[in-house]
């Protein structure tokens, strides 16, 4: 009997703006086959608003995170119609959230419509473009540890309240697309990513256990319309680097985004 494969069960706790976001980015898979279809009643998606403009926290939403691609995806596993009815009353899912329901949210939690509470919030959207390589650029990493190692350090950018939008990766280094944490500096977010995937490198094969990232990495801010062409060329990196080196990658990079830089120490 062949062994079981054996699924890494994490809880972490997303706001509304979060789910919102993952599906913004197509990182959402309401609709995996084994879905069944929408079943809620108007009514059943107004008492959902209803309980979350009331602040009432939502019962658990099982996920299902994947590689595609290089394109992290979450498979709905439980919880699609509450998705649903938020995505509706957002307008993220237009005419599917009726005016008439509206007004019956009005008559169930007038409250929340008829008086003004301050509801301080921190908001933010920082896409980051970051890129590093393997120490002294050995060509390491090999094809078929790949898409695990993504998803690994999906996982811990996800540990870190980010999301990892996109990643890519050659023999000697790697690229990844991240909805920056809010809470998290940057070189604090780069060190998790960093450490977490090299121990956990270390732990997969022979030829990882001397594995080492190099100690410098770039990272670049990008704007929300660029993000597309981002994924595309993150995506395409094996293509890409069949002409063109990491060194020569990385120093248009560099001069793209006005960095100044001394050749004797960003190599390592």
Not at 28 to 42: A, I, K, M
Not at 89 to 115: A, N
Not at 221 to 227: D, F, L, V
């Amino acid at each position: 009997m062949p062994n079981a494969e054996t699924l890494d069960h994490r809880t972490t706790t997303k706001t509304v703006l979060d789910l919102l976001n993952l599906y913004r980015g197509d990182n959402l898979n309401l609709n995996p086959g084994f879905q069944r279809q929408s079943v809620w009643s108007e009514r059943d998606r107004a008492k959902l608003i209803e309980s979350i403009l009331r602040n009432y926290p939502l019962p658990a939403i099982f996920l299902y995170k994947r590689q595609q691609d290089g394109h992290v995806i979450y498979d709905v596993i439980d919880g699609k119609q509450r998705l649903e009815s938020i995505l509706m009353f957002t307008g993220e899912m237009r005419g599917r959230f009726p005016t008439k329901v509206l007004k019956k949210i009005q008559t169930l939690v007038p409250w929340c419509l008829r008086v003004s509470i301050p509801m301080p919030q921190s908001l933010a959207q920082v896409l980051v473009h970051l890129v590093f390589s393997t120490k002294n650029r050995e060509p390491v990493l090999a094809d078929d540890i790949r898409d695990e190692l993504h998803a690994y350090i999906g996982g811990i950018v996800d540990n870190q309240k980010g999301t990892l939008l996109k990643a890519g990766s050659v023999a000697d280094h790697i690229h990844l697309l991240i909805a920056h944490p809010r809470t998290c500096a940057p070189s604090e977010l780069v060190q998790e990513i960093k450490t977490g995937s090299s121990k956990w490198l270390k732990t997969k094969a022979a030829r990882y256990e001397d594995f080492h990232w190099q100690s410098g990495y770039g990272i670049f801010s990008i704007s929300p319309t660029h993000r597309p062409a981002l994924e595309r060329y993150i995506g395409n990196q094996a293509e890409h680097h069949r002409i063109v080196t990491f060194q020569e990658e990385y120093r248009r990079l560099l001069e793209k985004y006005g960095i100044q830089f001394d050749e004797r120490y960003v190599w390592d």
